[in-house]
C-alpha cells in the first residue's frame, strides 16, 4: 500500500506563499504521476496541479496558473506545491495524489484517475 503524507500546510496573508510537500513511502515513487487537488468547506474536492513521471510535463487549473509551481524530487519521493500570491479563496484542504503508470508523460486531471491519496493538510488564507 502506498502512503503519501502532506506537510506544509498553515495560516498565511493574503499575498503570501506557501509549501507543500507530500512524501509517498516505498520505493516506486518515480513510477508515479502525481496530482494535488483541494477542498473548500461545503465545496467538492477540485483539481489544482499534475506532473508527469518525468517532470517536464505539468498542468494547473485556471486558478492557480501562475501563482503555484508543482514539482518533484525522486530522490526524497517527494513532491511539492510551491504556492504565492495567496489568496483567500485558496483556502481549504489540500490534498496530494498518486497513480503507478508506464508512460513517462501522462498524468490526470481528475480526482477519480488517481489511485492514491494522502489525509490532506489544511491551508487558511487570511484577507
Known amino acids: 500500500q502506498v502512503l503519501l503524507v502532506e506537510t506544509g500546510g498553515g495560516l498565511v496573508q493574503a499575498g503570501g506563499s506557501l509549501r507543500l510537500s507530500c512524501a509517498a513511502s516505498?520505493?516506486?515513487?518515480?513510477?508515479?504521476?502525481m496530482g494535488w487537488f483541494r477542498q473548500a468547506p461545503g465545496q467538492e474536492r477540485e483539481f489544482v496541479a499534475a506532473i508527469s513521471r518525468n517532470s517536464i510535463k505539468t498542468y494547473y487549473s485556471d486558478s492557480v496558473k501562475g501563482r503555484v509551481t508543482i514539482s518533484r524530487d525522486g530522490a526524497k519521493n517527494t513532491a511539492y506545491l510551491q504556492m504565492n500570491s495567496l489568496k483567500p479563496e485558496d483556502t481549504g484542504s489540500y490534498y496530494c495524489s498518486g497513480k503507478t503508470i508506464q508512460s513517462f508523460w501522462d498524468y490526470g486531471l481528475t480526482d477519480g484517475w488517481y489511485d492514491y491519496w494522502g489525509q490532506g493538510t489544511q491551508v487558511l488564507g487570511a484577507s
Open positions: 516505498g520505493r516506486a515513487f518515480n513510477s508515479y504521476a
